[in-house]
């Protein structure tokens, strides 16, 4: 059953199916929190409950789906925005926005390759207008519910579209704005929404997860304590073995750091804006710097862990340093002193907070920034 399998934030699974048997549901909803904790995923499951056409009952009386019906199999957690088939349910997210943008294209004639579709930087205004055409038909199913991933992330525009729909929600429609970053989505569609927050999942809870999905309990363990309660990134990691290159790469960048040169400012910031990957074929335009925007932000997000273990070591705390098997790459550089580790830990996360939605900053300047910022600490 789908909320019996969902992973921690436990609060917000039983507020969900408590409301549900109530039957008085908001039609908006902002679920926000730390990235990576199981919103998108529960948004998904609620909608799966809202329209199963055989629930079923817990033991304390409450609902869950049954996973077996025509309208659970619709919806898979694993299928990109585009790819899901239930006529009820519309997950508008940067996927789906870049989607619809090339189906306009393909309308004109152009050939496009969808296996090469890569995420938009924002949701804009096209987005919103595909999604309210939508919404024009009417519905056969229990509710229609929109799910709009990365809320943060609506244009202007797009938030004043939005908010018309939301102040003129049609019959039997549940809006769920999903968004790590909820002080960046327009005050007013704040204000519209019923709140849900969640929370960092215990590294217990996600070690626990991991071995009942066939993990040894000591790997299970290191990646339960490396995904800093974000369950959806040790989920990913058991799928997915890139997160290992990319600890490599982190632990060369942060070696970079600590020993950087004032030539080495601008080849820095470059590495880090381009070092990662580019998109290629012909959406490798404004798809390709949202690519790189975001492996950035997981790139500054890695640094930040890195130089918090280099205040642990600076202060002796060996026991807290996640990286552990980083040891004496970290431990050969403790000289850092733990002011100084701090103040770059600080600069990192102001510059993570530039780069990303409302501020929108040149992600080039930001980072040669920080590099400057290093040098002279």
Not at 57 to 81: G, I, K, N, V, Y
Not at 239 to 247: I, M, V, Y
């Amino acid at each position: 059953m789908a909320f019996m399998n969902f992973v921690g934030n436990e609060h917000a699974v039983r507020f969900l199916q408590r409301i549900t048997v109530k039957g008085t549901l908001p039609h908006a909803w902002l679920f926000s929190g730390p990235a990576q904790v199981g919103k998108r995923t529960l948004a998904i499951e609620w909608a799966k409950l809202l329209n199963c056409q055989s629930p079923v009952e817990t033991a304390d009386r409450l609902l869950d789906a049954c996973d077996q019906c025509p309208s659970c199999r619709h919806l898979a957690l694993d299928r990109p925005s585009y790819a899901q088939t239930h006529p009820s349910v519309h997950i508008v997210d940067t996927l789906m926005a870049a989607y619809w943008e090339v189906a306009e294209r393909v309308k004109e004639g152009e050939a496009v390759d969808v296996a090469k579709l890569m995420p938009k930087l924002s949701l804009g205004i096209g987005a919103i207008r595909a999604l309210r055409e939508t919404l024009a038909h009417q519905t056969l199913w229990r509710y229609r519910v929109v799910i709009v991933d990365e809320a943060e992330r609506l244009t202007e525009e797009a938030s004043a579209a939005l908010l018309k729909t939301l102040e003129e929600p049609p019959d039997r429609t549940l809006f769920l704005l999903v968004s790590a970053n909820p002080w960046a989505i327009h005050p007013t569609i704040r204000s519209r929404c019923q709140p849900l927050r969640f929370r960092l999942v215990p590294s217990s809870v996600i070690a626990d997860a991991l071995q009942k999905r066939g993990l040894p309990a000591d790997h299970a363990a290191f990646l339960a304590r490396l995904a800093r309660g974000r369950v959806g990134w040790a989920m990913e990691a058991i799928r997915n073995n890139e997160w290992q290159q990319t600890r490599e790469q982190l632990k060369k960048l942060l070696l970079w750091m600590v020993t950087m040169q004032w030539w080495d400012i601008f080849r820095f910031a470059e590495w880090c804006s381009k070092g990662m990957g580019e998109a290629e074929g012909e959406l490798a335009t404004e798809t390709s710097t949202a690519t790189q925007r975001r492996q950035m932000e997981e790139l500054l997000e890695g640094l930040m862990l890195g130089w918090r273990d280099l205040v642990a070591a600076g202060l002796k705390a060996t026991d807290l340093v996640l990286n552990s098997d980083w040891g004496e790459v970290v431990m050969k550089q403790a000289s850092v002193s733990p002011e100084k580790a701090i103040h770059i830990l600080q600069q990192l996360c102001l510059t993570l907070r530039r780069i990303r939605p409302p501020l929108n900053a040149n992600s080039q300047l930001a980072l040669e920034l920080l590099a400057a910022h290093v040098l002279t600490t």
